[in-house]
């Protein structure tokens, strides 16, 4: 065999070894979305006492009107109708020449609610999504004071990218965006995922996600400090940060698309993460209702993609009062309260107290912790039958509820 021919073989060889790893992956995420397809399969409807409505929809999405993103509204209505969503949380960038917070999308369209909202900047660091939002002609206020503004107008106030505060100080905000799809995809190792997408972007380009997810540790921790603290009441939220401006595209000068393949694009960002709020039955999801429910806790984040959390609801009881995620209960007169956790499917939930685990119950859809401290306890939920890929990655993170 002449020279040549035996180095092309020898790199051929070490070009399929190469790829095995990959090979290997795409047959591993054949086997989650089969795993996640059963676990559905075996979805548990709400009891039928249950006293209250689940509306699952996402927060912090942006269009091209605050630059960033070349996403219509248009593209953003489609994608929302497509994934089901109930509603959509507009947090646009302001721009020079128009006030995006009024420009952009408000109302219900195709059956979807959407909300304006504002994403600023804060002088000391990180930023405030502010709904209904605001046009803002001094870009230059710290933190504190843009949620003074928001707050003074009534107007839902959450700290967004938490990681770049540098003032946490006590404040009137209501949530921390304690979960960021964007931040959380700075994690990706480009060049593993290029040979991941080779193989299976096709079959799988949704579940390529878990190449980079990460359970928010920091993030989780800061927000169990400042409850903990006693000072403040913090729900959270997580926030899609859609963009669609992820991709190659190509179009002549007329507008008209001749290539246009987006990473990112909005339906997929939508399926990935969302929040859930709850409504007592008989109350309209309207942007009044929809609001208050994300100021007063009454809400849930979920990853969706791997299986519907809808019907997750976590309680507490002390013999007189009953309470949901986002409330306040006292110890009764026994001196305890029983709290409770029910999913849709069989998994293993973590209770915390405090930010510290104190019980963990496997394999069941149902889990109960009597508890005879007051604290700030709340849930995590994991799918653990779903394997590997998803290890110490949480399903559904719970508001908390406050024992006092």
């Known amino acids: 065999m002449k020279r040549w021919k035996k180095i092309t073989l020898v790199l051929f060889c070490l070009l399929l070894v190469s790829q095995t790893p990959f090979v290997y992956r795409r047959y591993r995420l ?158 990706i190792n480009y060049a593993l995922l290029f040979f991941d997408g080779l193989w299976a972007y096709f079959p799988y380009a949704d579940f390529l996600f878990t190449d980079f997810y990460e359970r928010p540790d920091g993030n989780l921790k800061r927000w169990d400090e400042i409850n903990a603290a006693g000072r403040q009441r913090i729900f959270a939220v997580a926030g899609n940060d859609a963009h669609a401006n992820v991709g190659l595209s190509l179009q002549e000068q007329t507008g008209k698309k001749i290539l246009d393949l987006k990473l990112d694009p909005y339906a997929r960002s939508f399926r990935v993460v969302r929040n859930h709020v709850l409504l007592e039955k008989g109350w309209p999801l309207d942007a009044e209702s929809l609001l208050s429910a994300l100021r007063r806790g009454h809400s849930y984040i979920a990853f969706d993609l791997f299986g519907d959390a809808g019907g997750f609801r976590f309680t507490a009881d002390n013999g007189a009062d009953s309470r949901v995620m986002g409330d306040e209960i006292s110890l009764g007169a026994a001196g305890t309260v029983r709290l409770s956790a029910r999913a849709p499917v069989k998994c293993r939930m973590l209770f915390f107290r405090d930010g510290q685990a104190v019980q963990e119950v496997k394999d069941s859809a149902v889990a109960e912790l009597t508890v005879e401290r007051g604290g700030v306890y709340r849930v995590e939920v994991y799918l653990d039958q779903l394997g590997s890929l998803l290890d110490g990655k949480p399903w559904i993170i719970s508001n908390p509820i406050f024992v006092r």
Do not use: C
């Open 30 to 187: 054949g086997r989650l979305s089969a795993a996640i397809t059963e676990v559905n399969s075996h979805r548990a409807p709400a009891p039928p006492d249950d006293p209250f409505d689940d509306y699952a929809g996402v927060f912090h999405v942006h269009s091209s009107l605050g630059g960033h993103s070349t996403g219509t509204p248009d593209d953003i209505v489609r994608a929302a109708k497509a994934d089901r969503l109930a509603f959509v949380v507009m947090t646009e960038h302001p721009a020079a020449l128009v006030n995006t917070s009024e420009a952009t999308l408000r109302g219900t369209h195709e059956g979807v609610l959407f909300i304006p909202g504002s994403e600023l900047a804060a002088s000391d660091g990180g930023r405030l999504f502010v709904v209904p939002g605001i046009e803002l002609s001094d870009s230059s206020l710290p933190l504190r004071d843009l949620v003074a503004r928001a707050k003074g107008e009534g107007r839902l106030a959450v700290v967004g990218y938490p990681d770049e505060v540098r003032d946490w100080q006590p404040g009137d905000y209501d949530a921390i965006e304690v979960y960021n799809l964007y931040t959380n995809s700075k994690k």
